[in-house]
C-alpha cells in the first residue's frame, strides 16, 4: 500500500482549473512542511508550493497568484488549486509530507494543459 496518494490531474486547456490532492494514509505526528513538486519533460524538478512548519504558506515566482495551496489536518490530505492554468504547467506533480523521523513522497500525477 502506498502511503501517499495523489489524485486529480488529467488535462486541461489553458486557462482552465485543476485540484491536486494528496492524502497519507499513515500517521504523522507533526507536520513539519507540506510541499508540491513538479517536473517537467526533459527539465529538473522545481519547486512549486508549500505549507510551512510555522504554517507560512510560498509560491514560485511563476505560479504566484495563480496556485492555492492548502491542507485538512482532519483528513491528513493536501491540496493544490490551480487557475489560469497555462501549456507551461505541464508537467509530472509530486507531494512531500515532512513528518518525525520520515519523509514521504507521492507517486506524482500528470497535468497536462494545451494551447
Known amino acids: 500500500q502506498v502511503p501517499l496518494v495523489e489524485s486529480g490531474g488529467g488535462s486541461v486547456q489553458a486557462g482552465g482549473s485543476l485540484i491536486l490532492s494528496c492524502v497519507l494514509s499513515?500517521?504523522?505526528?507533526?507536520?513539519?512542511?507540506l510541499t508540491w513538486y513538479r517536473q517537467a519533460p526533459g527539465k529538473v524538478r522545481e519547486f512549486v508550493s508549500s505549507?510551512?512548519?510555522?504554517?507560512?504558506?510560498s509560491y514560485t515566482d511563476s505560479v504566484k497568484g495563480r496556485f492555492t495551496i492548502s491542507q485538512d489536518n482532519a483528513k491528513n490530505a493536501l491540496y493544490l488549486q490551480m487557475d489560469s492554468l497555462k501549456p507551461e504547467d505541464t508537467a509530472r506533480y509530486t507531494c512531500k509530507f515532512q513528518c518525525p523521523g520520515k519523509n514521504y513522497w507521492g507517486q506524482g500525477i500528470q497535468v497536462t494543459v494545451s494551447s
Open positions: 499513515e500517521y504523522c505526528r507533526r507536520k513539519y512542511g
Open positions: 505549507i510551512n512548519s510555522d504554517d507560512t504558506i
